[in-house]
């Protein structure tokens, strides 16, 4: 009875069965271990480098004089001067004049391509955008060396900039008057906080042309030297280093923005909205902190650019220290580089070697903290949708 | 509606002042089909009556025709069901009257649709100007980043209102039937709210920018019985004031808050293969569902569509 109730192609069932092939799972073993490896010595090598950065950059703290690294004394490393203001203000200095390039810059670009550019149109634009992250850093040093500070601004001039400048404050009187004038007109209850609002953003927005305005006419006045020497500048390395960081802030910051939803747009159109309403009212506040990782992963790109900075800085291995633009200035990059070029380079005084490593712990240290900061809110727009 | 004040009423009339203007040029042009009705049967609306005529529409996605043929002329104060199966182009029929399908770059749409009398799709007419008189609400809640009461305040402050926000806000909501549950907490982000809430914040959002006729596509798809009971009741009463577009899939909903039910149905096209959506019937919904004209009608309402 039970033989034939018991279909023929069923044989017992027992655990052998289940396991499966012996080889098939060697096989998944093996590939397992390989990647694994694979990984392992990724991240080993990771590990062996911070080891001998920090290893190394321990020498130095512990033996360095520690009067002679903080001082605005200037950075010669080569006569056992490493004063570190010298080249942190200079990394500040053309971190902050990037940041005003690329973000801008970025951001609206990825604005226009995610919000108003056609499939087209974005079609041929990122491209092209991709080609600039792609343009070697190297390029760019002689870029910003030959043209962004001398010849540029010799070609514009100087006065017509102090007339521009003018301009700029007279519109701004005239507007802020104006605006003023509205505002006491109207009873109470009117929202003030939209014209003070306004006010505020015209204010940082001359603020920022008469900055510009300022650090052009400043270069025009010390354009004849460059014509002479053809040295760098702070400020000329820094648009350079700025234009390598709009593709990096812009693609970020696309990202971002096209991940809000369509549907937030609709809704927003739907309650008769304009696009620029739009983009400003929802898209924006539901990609800031997307927006906000673009700028830091920005500033931790314009950090640690080095190639630039050592071509159109204008300093060779040891600079003064300086908080103007316009001088030549060594970043903590072009520091490190300049001193660890040639064959015979790092010799001097006992700790020049040393002081290398302890430089880049610094940097790596900020941008690390940069880094983890911009996961942050990256993490943040992910969660939200 | 029952227990809004006075006040509130004479809050909301204030969005419509500066609709005077334009409903003064309107008139004009609403003369032409009220000289077209002499000819056409009695229980055709015509005039002020009229809010939208739609003849031969057609709309396309790129080269592919999603919908033909559909006719409807919709009275003012009505609320009108789109039923039909899915894919047959109800979402977009409907996006197509307020322009919503202009923000697709591939839909294009073919036919007359006047509202009022007023060609949509002239080309000096501004989409923005359009949507602010007919809104919507979309079969999904999303609720924009920000605080429930600027989510409510949202469109009145894109139209320019900057006085009166409070009491518009707070008669949106109530009339949402959102009121009581989010009094205390208005300023709290909008996220937080549970999915029913959030479709009644978009319904609120909707009526706060006061529109004369709105659209909604699946509004009650994402709600429970309850909050589904409650968006009924709340489009009842509000009827008075507005004309009512709603897609639906639920045929019961259908038959029980509207006054007019079109049923759209899909077909291949032989041409091109696509299976393209069409209007079959536009007809009393009291009609439709005992005594449908056509056998595809019956068909789906009976559950016997294929
Ligand atoms: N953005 C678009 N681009 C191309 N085709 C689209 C687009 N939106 C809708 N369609 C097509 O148009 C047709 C009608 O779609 P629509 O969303 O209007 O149908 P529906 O009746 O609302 O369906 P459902 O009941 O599922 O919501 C479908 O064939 C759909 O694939
Ligand atoms: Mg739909």
Redesign the pocket.
Known sequence: MTDMTIRPDRAPLTVDVLAGPVSRLRKETAIRWFFFSAALVSIGISILIIWSLVNEAWTFISQVDWSVTWGETGWFPRRGLYDMPTLLVASLIVTIVAMFVAGPLGLGSAIYLSEYASRRTRSILKPVLEVLAGVPSVVLGFFALFFISPQLIERIGRNGWLVIGALIVLTYVALVAGWARNLMKREAGTPVSVQVQRILMLTLLVAGALVLVWWVNGVAETADTFAVKRSGQLAAAAVGVGILTIPLVASIAEDALASVPRELREASAGLGARKATTTTQVVLPAAVSGIVAAFIIGISRALGETMVVFMAGGAADASQFTSSPFDGGLTMTAGMASLATGTDSVVGEGLTFQSLYFVGMVLFLLTLFLNVVAGRFVNRVREKY | MVNVTPSVQDALKGIRVDEDATTATDEIAITVPTAAASSTPQDEPSGDDLVFDVSELSVF??D?R??RDVNMKIRRNEITAMI??????????LRSFNRMNDL?P??RVAGNLLYRGVDLYDERVDPVEVRRRIGMVF?KPNPFPKSIYDNVAYGPRVAGRKKGLDEVVESSLRKAALWDEVKDRLQDSAIGLSGGQQQRLSIARAIAVDPEVLLM??PCSALDPIATARIEELMAEIKAEYTILI?T?NMQQAARVSDRTAF?SVELDEANDR?T?LLVEYTDTAKLFSNPDDERTENYITGRFG
């Open positions: 996605y790129g592919f999603a919908v039909g199966p899915s894919g047959c182009g109800k979402s977009t029929v697709i591939t839909a079969q596509d699946e897609v899939h759209f299976r959506g």
